[in-house]
Structure formats: C-alpha cells, structure tokens
C-alpha cells in the first residue's frame, strides 16, 4: 500500500511538471534591452540635450555661455549662408537618394531578372559586389583618390579628355564654382549607387519567380516586368532605401571635407560642414549649436513622415 501511494505522488509530479507552462513576462526581455537604451541615452539624447541648450546661449567654447534666448535662431533665418548650404543639401539629396534609388533599381532588376538568367548568378554576384565597393571604402580614402581624378592640371579625368581629343572640356572640376558642386554629387552617385543595389537585390529574392514566369508566358518585355511586378512587389525596400539614403545626403560632411571643404567660395557648403565650421573655426558655438539642433529637427521630421508614408502604403496592400 505504501508502494502504490508513492507511484501515485511520483506519478502526480511527473504530471504537474509535464503541464502546460504559464506565460513568460511581458518585461522579460526588458533587460536585454537595457544597454542599447543606455547606450543610446548616453550617445545621442544627452548630447542632443546639451547641444540644444547651448543653442540658447553665446558662447565662444571658454568661459561661462551667456543665455540668449532664441538669437541664434533668428540670426539663422537672416543667414544667407545658412540658407545657401540648406539648397545644396537639396542637391545632395538628389545625388545620394534619388539618383542612386532609380539607377539602383533598375541594375538590381537587370543583374537579377536578366543578368543573373542569362549569364549565371555567379556573374551578378560579382557585378553587384563590383558595385558595392565605393560603400566599403572610407570616404577618406575615396575622397583622396577623387581630388586625384578630378585636379586640374594633372589630374586623370582632364588627361583623359585631352588624350582623345576633347582638351576642350578640362575644366577646374572642384575649384570652379560654377561646376563643383555638380563634381561632388557626381562623387556622391558613385559612392551611395551600391547601398540601393544591394537592397534591392535582397528585395527581389522574396518575389515569386512564377509572377515573371507567367508575365514572359504572356509576352511581357523586361521593362513591362519591371514596371508592374518589380515595383509593386519591392515597394518596402523603396521606402527603407529613400529614407536612409535622404538621411545620409542630409547630414554629409566627410565628402566635403576631403573634396572642397565646402568651397569655393561656399559653393558646395552644406549645413553640417556650415556648422563644424562656425563650431571650430569661428569659435560661435551657440550658433553652431543652433544650425545642428535644426538639422537633427528636420532629418527626425523627415524621417517620421518617410514612416508615415511606408506604414500607409502597407495598410493599403493589406486592405
């Protein structure tokens, strides 16, 4: 009897542990979390914080800062300066987002709907590493070798042309200010071409193959393919890629630095060289404070509406 009563509790238990577990906490994973919070608080909100509390004051980096009020800010809408750099971000984002979402998009689709069938992939593979490389170089070393290519007397690009004959078409590419910003966003196109390319190649390996199959089965072109199952299927990857490529050309200064450093005659002047510049060279840092806080406000707005629009466009599909 006292055999079967210890079967029973044995049997009892094993039957109490095999039963069903009760839920894990919400915050369970909270402290997995933790680092990357206090990473992020130390890097970039305190610093933010302090950065828009000395906007607020006159202040030359020595000594105590003598509170302003909103000056700077006022001083910034009467800036001309600060105005022109603001105009040629908006080039810049041309050079860095639209520019290199569109051609990337179209060598994506024709590495992976025609040069990958065609050719082989391993061919593709090669072609959109080819393709990457300007995003692994450090835009130093890119810079250095561009002012290489581009100087006037003996640099690569005038030799070329006078070489076959077109010694009518040197020019100052990066000291003439007519043209030099033209030069850096050509720079720019092939440095940001490879981050659209890649993405977008992810993109098109989540697409049914049976969609292109059954277009080419109907007598589709490559472009027809491309412009009504290409687009449509990869539309998320479009959003990410605007949004981190805006991004970039907004807050873009080692290209600038090494090029031109923002000349000639603040010809390619943009507003985080603009503002390293009033940081630094001018010892305003208020000021320079000032033109930062509003370049961080417009980058989070823009980024905001970019995830306003992505989350829209994706209920839509859904509905």
């Not at 906490?25 to 997995?32: A, D, G, I, K, V």
């Not at 961080?296 to 509905?319: P, W, Y």
Request: contains cysteine; aromatic residues 12%.
């Amino acid at each position: 009897m006292t055999v079967t009563a210890e079967k029973g509790a044995r049997a009892g238990t094993r039957h109490h542990t095999t039963g069903p577990r009760s839920p894990r906490p919400r915050n369970s994973y909270t402290l997995f979390l933790l680092p990357g919070a206090l990473a992020a608080l130390a890097v970039i909100v305190v610093p933010f914080l302090m950065n828009t509390a000395v906007s607020f004051t006159s202040w030359q980096g020595v000594g105590d800062p003598k509170w302003t009020g909103l000056a700077n800010y006022r001083d910034l809408l009467d800036d001309s300066e600060f105005w022109a750099s603001f105009r040629h971000s908006l080039f810049m984002v041309v050079a860095m987002a639209a520019v290199p979402t569109i051609v990337g998009l179209v060598l994506a689709a024709a590495l992976f709907d025609y040069i990958g069938k065609h050719f082989g992939s391993r061919i593709a593979s090669v072609l959109r590493a080819c393709f990457y490389l300007p995003q692994v170089l450090p835009i130093a070393v890119a810079g250095i070798v561009w002012s290489w290519i581009l100087a006037p007397d003996n640099g690569s690009l005038n030799t070329l042309l006078k070489a076959v004959g077109l010694g009518s078409w040197q020019q100052d590419w990066l000291g003439d200010p007519d043209i030099a910003l033209y030069s850096v966003m050509a720079v720019m196109v092939w440095v940001q071409l490879g981050f659209p390319l890649v993405v977008f190649m992810a993109g098109l390996q989540r697409v049914d193959p049976q969609l292109y199959e059954a277009a080419e089965l109907d007598g589709a072109g490559w472009w027809r393919r491309f412009w009504h199952i290409t687009l449509p299927q990869i539309r998320p990857e479009i959003y990410v890629v605007l949004t981190w490529c805006t991004i970039a050309a907004l807050k873009v200064f080692g290209a600038v630095y090494v090029l031109t450093k923002g000349g000639p005659g603040g010809a390619t002047d943009v507003p985080s060289y603009f503002s390293f510049t009033t940081f630094f060279e001018k010892t305003q840092v208020g000021y320079g404070a000032a033109i930062s806080t509003v370049l961080t406000v417009i980058i989070l707005v823009l980024s905001l509406v970019f995830l306003k629009l992505q989350t829209r466009a994706e209920e839509g599909d859904r509905a």
